[in-house]
């Protein structure tokens, strides 16, 4: 608690945070609070789980003062995100600010109603670029604007949209923008819309000494039966099975329901009521313990206890290989990344061994039962047909020799 104190919060947001067990900031908030409560335009690079909200929350719960205003903003790219942000900030501010969170898919009256005398709106950029044309919304008061995981925004394709709203906020503002990645590009952009920014970088979160990876090498054929083994055999608590495509993600989920074993797809082809409804399902504690997901619909998601993440496809970008091994060995818990690796996933797996700090442990493979695959049918020009197995055609690489991989 006295380092929050240190770092500039007052003793009534101290002691909120002591009462939902937030007793010692993490490094981003270490290293943004100051600033931000200085006034300062900031430029965060950091991931889900890091503490990245309430590092710019704290600018809207010790500076905001409530007088029916819209004073600050934050841009999220999806709505759980929305939802989730505009939870905590409620929290954090212990009812204290009017907050409100505004996004698509729900009926646009009721959002209008619940507006009203708003302090501070969470939105997605399609609907809040919707309430200002409509003038159901007004920035003009906006003290802070917040873009949260802006790299996601802009690869989501809201450049534009959320161009047109930063024009609609007061030149004289502050400028919080985290991202997950900066890319030259993220960069760009971003220096568009923050002045003279502190710049912060926290490295990921994930405690190796607590985060145990290990990969298994077979043929592409034995993969999913590998998959069903591995998840029979492992003691796990909540389960994240990552896929490249949503096709993947829908066909691995439709064999393990179809072994016994139930599972759910989480992925952007899904409508968002639905993404929410699985997501409350999967935090319940009931029969839903495996989500079957892409990188795009699980960034950005807080979802806790997860135990074991598994890359079914191991993913392109070594960045989306950290964020995905992130989702577990959270918060001084242990937790299990395994790989699942075939020919196919060569050239990805010695790129992430390659550029990341990771240490992965090559393991003997079990002896498994063979499982035969369904794919889900889909349409082709011929009518409908079995999508052929990825496997098919593909040349078999000379098997690993069981070396581990590390690099420190
Ligand atoms: P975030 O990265 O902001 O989405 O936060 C991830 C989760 O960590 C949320 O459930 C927060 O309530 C929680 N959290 C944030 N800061 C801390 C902290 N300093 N100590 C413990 N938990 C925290």
Redesign the pocket.
Known sequence: MEKFRELGLSEEVVKTLHS???????KI?EEAIPYVLEGRDILGSS????????AFASAIIEKIVPDKKVKAIVLTPTRELAE?VSD?IKKFSKGNLKVVSVYGGVNIETQIRRMSGADVIVGTPGRVLDHLKRETLSLKKVEILVLDEFDRMLDMGFSRDVGRIIDECPKKRQTLLFSATISPDVDHLARKYIKNPVEIEVESQVDHKKLEQVYYDVPDSMKFSLLVHLLKEEKSHLVMIFCSTRRNADAVTMNLNRAGIPAKAIHGGLEQNKRMKILEEFHKDNDLKILVCTDVAARGL?I?GVTHVYNYDLPAFSKDYIHRIGRTAR?GKEGKAINILASRDYENFSNIVNREEVEVKAMELPYIKKIDMIRPLRKSRGGLSRMGDHSRNRRMPQRSSGRNYHRR
């Open positions: 939902m067990g937030i007793e010692t900031p993490s908030q991931m889900t789980g890091s503490g990245k909200t309430l989730q905590s807080d806790k918060a």
